[in-house]
């Protein structure tokens, strides 16, 4: 086995020198080998070999067994003479055949044997050797051991550096190693000694070699390294072959997994020696110096691959590959087998803060200008893969802390440091609470101890964090107005506390980026008055450092996002992008927008140099209305584009909401007359050019070029890559963070998108406009994550998927991108819904989940025009945008509803159904509980209704009758109470009618009794169940009458609705009683007037009517009237409930006179339509009785007929009734008749009683100031001249009109009738009516009146309230449009009216002063001048002499 059969010949004798410098082993074979051939008698060439030799022997002799043991112990005495052991170690097994016939020959070795006779053979071989020179025999055969093992990782031909064995190399140590375990079982193996010799010939040492000796258990790593006397020696040899092993390991081989398992083995020794305390240090020389060895080792690799990344290392290659291979090991399974879980964590503690003090060479003034570049989109994904795993081991909390400690003790990389702020802020559930904490207490410390380190610390981490987006943190611009912008912040406590901030603010002015500067500036930190001049002084030094950047306050957008750390927009840029914002405003809100009116007042160079010449872009005058499209049909520009590269669009005949900005703003003299002019001209003439070149002169798209819509697809395209492979979990977020940056890059955002800061998203439900560009993005998202949802549920269900769906989403919730995303939605749904796929379908509906799921960070929709003014909360969006009207969006809205719910289930299962259904919008969840299936129905167009019209009515007696109504409430139904029923139908038609659903069916809004048969078939129903309740039986009993349900349905609706004089809630309001009215009208008139019970001579019951007309219709009637639906259904109502009683004339003239004191506006409403109401009441009234109208009746008709005989030439009555009630029918005759004067008439009036007069001029200025407010009701003789002429008459008879300024509610009779008989807002108008009649007033006669100065004073502070509050503006806003001239404006009948009183009040006599006290208190704010006139005259009534004129003779 171990025998040469042809030994070399022997050489010249060497001298003892030489024979000594020879090598032990060879030394030793050269001499049994000399002996050999001494003993042979042959001739001196080759001989045959002794196994022939010995052949020929066996078949010539027969031993017996005695003689085969000595021929045995001859052959092992032979065999040990003549062995190599050199290449006895290293022999492989050979052909079955030879090996047989070797252990014939040596299969024993003593009695008893039982090992491997060929290892016995080797160590009884090495025993003798090592006794022969006297050295131990362990020592020998580590020696033999590891020069074998030295042999084998030479003997590859490939050339270094490597680190992999081959496979034949592995098949030979194998056998080495067998013989070396053998060799330590009999106890004749040193490993110390082996190691030494490995030492020797390092550079020659494959890494898997000793990676194997350690697996193998015959020297472990550590007693390997540990043997070694240099150790920076060790360092190197060990970091440089890490290295290799590392890029081997990522390279395409065969062995890949020898080379993990390698690298894992080598990872765990050198973590568990380096960071275990209390190790187990048996058979360790000096465990501190193996620990600093393994933390040098780890330490150096580290600090290579950060290099590798600072040096830009390109994908795929070497070095790359080795840093992403080394990076992984600090994933959490690589370190299962250390049984203490400390070191682990003591490592990537380590690890953190030697990427943090890595290379410490920026400055702070250099994180100050580049850390937007630091963001963790453009942070290297290897590395913010490292911080992601580092994060696994550490908690937040101890991460925050550790991230402290490593700023306060060490300098450190501003860039990593920063980059690791991004990923924390991004891959953290709670990281915004976290770093909020962290910088408040930064802040907190540096105000304390003015520490200049923790104030830069805080700014920087604030900044950091706000650059990864509002759903991450908030922007810049909230987050310093949040901290600074109030007197409970961190510079409020002290002078010191501000100097410090302000001399921080001003040391960073040099370095800062002009976003943060202007955000300072906008934004400042609110300070005390005394120390305004810190603040003055900064302002100013910001502004110049603006200047000297070419960056202009006064030129920003009136919308431009301040939280964005990028570069500033050129301003004609975002003019264009106000405009468009400007004009969306002005559409919902119908006012000229607060931003545009500040710009034009306090940035009027931005204003006039830049937004008004975006919005005056030229428009061709056309002959037809121009369409609006899915673009910008209105803005004629689209954003981010010069209006000079723009054709100019059309000027449609019909104002659109452009040109009535335009208009608006021209009428607030908002617009310069040339520039206007000019305007208008350009628009005449732009048509007649023909441009040279039309494809020049065609639209451009946005600054966003075909570049990075490509980039966000490809970004879009690995993210699949990355949902679909369970692997990659981990690059999710960070692949995220690449699409937010590209979808940000795509449409020209800022680097960071704010907030939405409470602004609304607007949205039109009928014609939803894009961008084109927008379109394509949106529309690249969506089949994006339809495409993604796919692919992932195809590998997993939605509840073992992953948070990718949830982070794409809030990619998508951005404040510029969200409502190109809503509105792409409504038309996919609400306009395109039955064409999409059923993917798509699934799609959008998970959609819609996760857009649930992040509710409370999205702003409301206000969808309209023509919707309510109130916003929806995104997920009920969906309500509106899945109608039930036809056969197919039906089928689709239920196709929608089961994914949505099919979805939030199966992604929430492991939480409570709660949490499943919070992420819905109760509209989706279709339980069809009564009100859900009312709902429905209401939709439903007839035109395409699956049912006739007589099977949709069967349909409706059946759900109504035989399923809801019997239902108990608790599953929806009503609990057989048909009131129930009617009620909650009252409720359900009216939030339609109120919705932006309802406006789909047609143009007209009059819906519920118009042209939509749908709604008209519920409505009938509606009228059927009143029906059977007015048919139901009589309460039992004298139990008092309860009121009509519907009053309750109306009362509670009208108190949901907000109080204010504003435009926008009268509107909502109006619009609700609108709806109310509508449905009285559709029901019988017994609604209003409840029935007298049969065994009293009772009035009926009208409660609930006149509490609805005296706080709600009267309201909105018009000069002390209500309209003549209302009217006449009242009446009807009355005598049908009257002519049902005992005694119908008492029960109807309780009625009326209960009405003079309780419900009086529905008297003068009869007054007014009279001639109409008359003819039909006589003749209900003559059906059912023969005797006359009763007496209450007939006096409306004497008031009447008292009216017109005033106006007749004939004379005057006397007065019949109640004077209010004959000056109210006088009033409404005067108005019909169109006299050019009533001078004769009023004349007639003499002798009638003071009080007609009075109540006359009442209801005059009642009409003069709906005259204001309503200009077609003028007629030929103006309202002013009705009013002047009978203050002329009461004057004349001197008869005291002050009063009716000074009524009130706890006026008894007189202030309490008048009141119920005007709307509130006109009585709050008062003020202007009394002083419009300024020039008709006798002054001497006022003067003399006790009440006159505190009437007037009280009027012209009541007129100033107004005016500040701008309640005057409507008076003369629609007056100035028509015929009706007011009296100038709000700002000369103020004028004129303080002039009056400064002239008036030293006139007036000392009685007049006796409340001057409450006058002067109120006049305090209001008007300084009105206030020290009224003290000084008060001072001169206490004392005459000191203002007397002094007698000279």
């Keep these: 086995m171990g025998a040469r059969a042809c030994p070399r010949p022997m050489g010249r004798k060497r001298g003892p020198e030489a024979e000594r410098r020879r090598p032990w082993l060879v030394r030793d074979m050269s001499a049994s080998q000399a002996r050999g051939a001494a003993s042979d008698p042959g001739h001196g060439g080759c001989r045959r070999a002794w196994v022939e030799l010995l052949a020929g022997r066996v078949k010539r002799q027969k031993l017996g067994p005695e003689g085969e043991q000595k021929v045995r112990e001859s052959a092992l005495r032979l065999l040990r003479g003549h062995l190599n052991l050199g290449d006895l170690v290293l022999e492989v097994e050979g052909p079955p055949g030879k090996q047989l016939c070797l252990n014939r020959l040596i299969d024993y070795d003593g009695p008893g044997a039982h090992i491997d006779l060929s290892s016995s053979l080797i160590g009884s071989a090495l025993r003798d050797q090592a006794a022969q020179l006297g050295v131990p025999a362990a020592v020998l055969c580590s020696q033999v051991v590891a020069s074998g093992l030295v042999r084998v990782c030479e003997a590859d031909a490939v050339p270094p550096p490597k680190v992999l064995l081959t496979p034949d190399q592995r098949k030979k140590l194998s056998s080495l190693f067998e013989v070396a375990q053998n060799l330590l079982a009999q106890s004749m193996f040193s490993r110390l000694s082996f190691c030494q010799e490995l030492w020797k010939v390092q550079n020659s040492l494959l890494l898997e070699a000793v990676w194997r000796l350690h697996v193998q258990n015959i020297v472990s790593l550590q007693e390997l390294l540990e043997s ?339 570069d500033v927009t050129e301003p004609r840029c975002q003019a264009a992008q106000d405009v468009e914002k400007a004009i969306m405003v002005f559409e919902h809100t119908g006012k000229i927008p607060a931003a545009v009116l500040e710009a034009s007042i306090f940035r009027r160079s931005y204003y006039l140099s830049h937004f008004l010449p975006a919005l005056l872009t030229p428009r061709v005058v056309s002959t037809r209305r121009r369409e609006r499209g899915a673009g910008s049909a209105e803005s004629g520009v689209p954003a981010g584009v010069s209006p000079k590269s723009c054709l100019p669009s059309q000027l449609p005949r019909i104002p659109d909401s452009r040109a009535a900005l335009i208009e608006s703003l021209r009428r607030a003299d908002k617009i310069p007359p040339s520039l206007y002019s000019t305007y208008r001209q350009a628009c005449s003439t732009v048509g007649e050019k023909k441009p040279e070149d039309a494809a020049s002169q065609r639209e451009v798209e946005p600054s966003c070029k075909e570049e990075p819509l490509g980039l966000l697809t490809t970004a879009l395209r690995e993210l699949r890559a990355s949902v679909t492979d369970p692997t990659q979990r981990d690059a999710l977020l960070a692949q995220m963070a690449v699409i937010s940056e590209q979808l940000r890059s795509a449409l020209g955002l800022g680097e960071d998108d704010s907030d939405f800061e409470g602004a609304p998203v607007q949205l039109s439900v009928r014609s939803p406009k894009l961008q084109p560009w927008e379109q394509r993005v949106v529309d690249l998202l969506l089949t994006s994550f339809c495409q993604n949802l796919m692919a992932a549920s195809s590998v997993a269900p939605p509840d073992r998927q992953g948070p990718w769906a949830a982070h794409f989403v809030r990619t998508l919730c951005r404040r510029r991108l969200l409502p190109a995303l809503l509105s792409r939605l409504c038309q996919l749904l609400h306009h395109q819904g039955p064409s999409l796929s059923a993917s798509h379908v699934v799609g959008l509906a998970a959609l819609a989940v996760h857009l649930g799921e992040s509710r409370s960070a999205l702003p409301e929709v206000h969808v309209g025009p023509p919707t309510p003014a109130r916003g929806l909360p995104v997920p009920e969006l969906f309500d509106i945008l899945l109608p039930c009207r036809t056969q197919e969006s039906s089928a689709l809205c239920l196709k929608f509803c089961t994914a949505a719910i099919s979805y939030s289930l199966c992604k929430f299962s492991s939480q409570s159904r709660d949490m499943s259904y919070s992420c819905l919008s109760p509209g989706l969840i279709k339980k069809l509980t009564y009100r859900d299936w009312l709902q429905l129905e209401l939709e439903i167009q007839p035109e395409v209704d699956s049912l006739s019209d007589t099977e949709r009515q069967d349909f409706h007696q059946w759900a109504i009758h035989q399923h809801f109504l019997p239902a108990p409430s608790a599953t929806g139904g009503c609990d057989g109470d048909l009131e129930v029923a009617c009620a909650t139908l009252v409720d359900v038609l009216m939030d339609f009618c109120q919705s932006s659903r309802s406006y789909g069916h047609s143009e007209n809004s009059d819906l519920v009794l118009g042209g939509c048969t749908g709604n008209r078939d519920i409505f009938s129903r509606l009228q059927e169940m009143a029906a059977g309740l007015e048919q139901g039986p009589a309460r039992l009993g004298h139990a008092a009458p309860r009121g009509h349900f519907l009053f309750g349905v109306f009362c509670r609706r009208l108190q949901a609705l907000a109080r204010g004089w504003d435009v926008a809630s009268r509107l909502q309001r109006q619009q609700e009683l609108l709806m109310c009215k509508r449905i009285l009208l559709g029901l019988p008139p017994s609604v209003l007037v409840g029935s007298p019970r049969l065994e009293q001579l009772a009035a009926p019951d009208c409660d609930d009517f006149f509490h609805l007309v005296n706080s709600e219709l009267r309201n909105f009637s018009h000069d002390g009237a209500l309209t003549h639906d209302i009217t006449a259904h009242f009446f009807r109502g009355l005598l049908n409930a009257c002519l049902r009683s005992r005694d119908p004339s008492l029960a109807a003239d309780l009625t009326l006179t209960a009405c003079q004191t309780q419900c009086p506006l529905l008297l003068t409403s009869a007054l007014l339509w009279w001639p109409h109401l008359e003819p039909e009441l006589h003749r209900r009234w003559r059906r059912c009785s023969q005797s006359p109208l009763p007496a209450e009746l007939r006096r409306l008709q004497e008031a009447r007929h008292f009216a017109g005989s005033v106006l007749s030439p004939l004379a005057a009555p006397p007065t019949p009734g109640p004077a209010w009630l004959c000056a109210a029918a006088l009033h409404f005759m005067i108005r019909q008749a169109g006299k050019e004067s009533i001078r004769r008439e009023l004349g007639q009036l003499d002798g009638q009683g003071e009080e007609l007069l009075v109540f006359l001029f009442f209801f005059s200025l009642m009409g003069l100031l709906s005259s204001h407010l309503t200009p077609q009701a003028a007629g030929s003789l103006k309202p002013l001249d009705v009013c002047a002429e009978v203050l002329g008459c009461l004057q004349r008879k001197r008869i005291s009109w002050l009063p009716l300024f000074q009524l009130t509610e706890t006026d008894a009779g007189l202030g309490r009738t008048l009141l119920r008989l005007a709307p509130d807002h006109q009585v709050r108008l008062l003020p202007v009516a009394f002083y419009s009649l300024l020039s008709y007033f006798d002054e001497d006669a006022l003067l003399q009146e006790d009440a006159f100065l505190h009437v007037a004073v009280n009027m012209y502070l009541k007129l100033v309230g107004l005016f500040v509050a701008g309640e005057t503006g409507a008076v003369w806003t629609l007056a100035h449009s028509g015929d009706l001239q007011a009296q100038g404006d709000p700002v000369s009948l103020i004028t004129n009216a303080r002039l009056f009183l400064l002239q008036s009040i030293p006139r007036c006599p000392k009685r007049s002063f006796s409340d001057v006290a409450e006058l002067l208190g109120a006049s305090a704010d209001c008007d300084p001048e009105v206030r020290a006139a009224l003290l000084s005259r008060q001072q001169a009534m206490l004392d005459p002499d000191l203002y007397q004129e002094p007698r000279l003779f």
């Design 228 to 566: 070694h006397a240099d150790s920076q020696a060790v360092v190197a040899w060990l970091s440089r072959d890490l290295r290799l092993l590392c890029e081997q390991t990522e390279a395409p081989c065969q062995h890949a997994d020898v080379a993990r398992a390698m690298l894992a083995d080598f990872v765990q020794m050198l973590v568990s020696r380096g960071f275990q305390k209390n190790a187990d240090v048996r058979g360790t020389v000096d465990p501190e110096r193996m620990s600093q060895v393994a933390v040098a080792v780890l330490e150096r690799m580290l600090a290579s691959a950060l290099e590798a990344l600072a040096a830009g290392i390109q994908e795929g290659s070497a070095a790359h590959k080795a840093v992403s291979c080394w990076f992984g090991v600090f994933s959490g399974h690589m370190y299962g087998s250390i049984i203490s879980t400390e070191s682990p964590k003591r490592f990537f503690c380590h690890t953190l803060t030697q990427i943090l003090t890595h290379k410490p060479v920026l400055k702070v003034s250099d994180a100050v200008q580049m850390q937007r570049e630091w963001s963790f989109a453009r942070t290297p994904p290897l590395l913010s893969g490292l911080y992601r795993r580092l994060f696994v081991v550490l908690s937040p909390e101890e991460l925050v802390g550790h991230l402290h400690e490593a700023l306060e003790t060490q300098e450190v990389n501003w860039q990593h440091v920063l980059s690791c702020v991004s990923t924390l802020v991004i891959c953290l559930p709670d990281a915004q609470q976290l770093v909020d904490g962290w910088v408040s207490r930064l802040l907190t410390h540096a105000f304390e101890s003015c520490d200049l380190d923790s104030m830069v610390l805080a700014f920087l981490v604030a900044r950091q964090a706000a650059l990864e987006g509002p759903a991450a943190f908030p922007s810049y611009a909230a987050w310093f107005q949040a901290t600074f912008g109030s007197a409970r912040g961190f510079h409020g406590s002290s002078k010191k506390a501000l100097v410090f901030l302000f001399k921080f603010l001003s040391d960073l002015v040099p370095f800062e980026a002009p976003r943060y500067l202007q955000v300072h500036i906008l934004h400042p930190p609110l300070v005390p008055s005394k120390y305004r001049s810190l603040l003055t002084d900064y302002v100013a030094l910001a502004r110049t450092r603006l200047a000297d950047l070419k960056v202009s306050v006064e030129n920003m957008g009136l919308y431009e996002d301040l939280s964005s750390a990028g």
